[in-house]
């Protein structure tokens, strides 16, 4: 994120005020992360950690709103 405001800082910051939650894999935490996020985005952003269920089977399973961005960019793509 940093990279985007330090391209774009205007239009970032414009962008990411309307951030209300994120939602981030088990890797991202920790509070510093947390804290990152809220300082990048100037506001009271929401970070969730996704967590991983307990595996029952070995098939392909679609964890609730763990995909949204990585399906979002690979239809832009």
Same mark, same amino acid.
């Given at each position: 994120?940093?990279?985007?405001?330090?391209?774009?800082?205007?239009?970032?910051?414009?962008?990411?005020?309307?951030? %209300? @939650? +994120?939602? *981030?894999?088990?890797?991202? &935490?920790?509070?510093?992360?947390?804290?990152?996020?809220?300082?990048?985005? $100037?506001?009271?952003?929401?970070? %969730? @950690? +996704?967590? *991983?269920?307990?595996?029952? &089977?070995?098939?392909?399973?679609?964890?609730?709103?763990?995909?949204?961005? $990585?399906?979002?960019?690979?239809?832009?793509?």
């Amino acid at each position: 994120m940093s990279a985007l405001t330090d391209l774009y800082p205007h239009e970032a910051a414009q962008e990411l005020s309307k951030l %209300e @939650v +994120v939602w *981030v894999d088990q890797g991202y &935490s920790g509070k510093n992360f947390a804290q990152a996020v809220k300082q990048v985005c $100037e506001n009271q952003v929401r970070v %969730e @950690v +996704v967590e *991983v269920i307990e595996r029952i &089977s070995k098939t392909f399973e679609r964890l609730p709103k763990r995909w949204i961005v $990585e399906g979002t960019f690979g239809l832009k793509n």
